[in-house]
């Protein structure tokens, strides 16, 4: 007996996952923000005020109650993040003919999710460097992995449509690319853009994500689950046809 179910509903998993992904963090925000643990992102910057820090993503989930959302949201984003990046991968399995180029993609992606692990379950001023890491890789190599698609997305062009996604793509890509440098350029002196910047940069990249919805609606991924003894029975089967057909 073989199952086969239909997974059509997966092209919604990506927008899906970028809509409660950017709800979650926007709690988590007002969580803190209530808590009095940061600071509202309309302020402006104040260096020496200690009894409230600049509402980084960061800051926002290093306090309780607002750590246990933080810690669940981005274990759960790591998660869906990364099965997308597989269908993505599968997608592209026989289209691309560059296959190196498809397998270091997914490779970066999965690194990236790993990385919000990391920024989930090490609180930036317990752990500050084991944190650091799961940003640096979270980020960059989110950012790569969109350069990455945005360059398949053309040289694929599934349905004669990719190349309008892919110049989307190329917007929201050069746009990480630049809040990622704006904000390291305006952390030399300390400033509320610099927050701003790493909010837009999460918020785009969750964008980016949910544009993947426009690629999976051209794939059906099917999941088929197959009894032992019934492809034992079938190999037999096959041996012994393979055997009558050599008596002939």
Not at 60 to 76: D, Q, V
Not at 91 to 102: A, F
Not at 153 to 158: F, G, I, R
Request: hydrophobic share 50%; aromatic share 14%.
């Amino acid at each position: 007996m073989v199952n086969m179910w239909w997974c059509r509903p997966l092209v919604l998993l990506s927008p899906i996952l970028s809509m409660f992904t950017a709800a979650g963090l926007w709690v988590v925000y007002f969580i803190a923000l209530h808590h009095g643990k940061v600071l509202p992102l309309t302020s402006a910057y104040r260096k020496g005020n200690l009894s409230a820090y600049p509402p980084f993503i960061s800051f926002t989930g290093n306090f309780p109650p607002a750590s246990c959302y933080f810690s669940e949201i981005l274990n759960l984003a790591a998660f869906a993040a990364f099965v997308v990046g597989i269908l993505r991968y599968f997608q592209l399995k026989t289209k691309l003919d560059k296959r190196w180029l498809n397998i270091f993609s997914v490779v970066c992606f999965s690194i990236a999710c790993f990385g919000m692990t990391i920024v989930g379950n090490f609180q930036l001023l317990e752990m500050s460097v084991i944190h650091n890491l799961g940003t640096f890789l979270a980020f960059i190599l989110g950012n790569l992995y969109c350069w990455l698609q945005t360059y398949i997305t053309w040289k694929v062009n599934l349905n004669n449509q990719g190349k309008v996604v892919a110049i989307g793509r190329l917007v929201l890509s050069a746009a990480i690319s630049l809040c990622i440098i704006l904000k390291h350029v305006l952390a030399v002196i300390p400033h509320m853009h610099t927050v701003r910047c790493q909010w837009a940069v999460v918020m785009l990249f969750l964008i980016y994500i949910s544009t993947f919805a426009i690629d999976f609606r051209h794939c059906r991924f099917e999941v088929v689950c197959r009894d032992t003894v019934e492809r034992q029975s079938q190999c037999e089967d096959a041996n012994g046809s393979r055997e009558q057909q050599l008596e002939l």
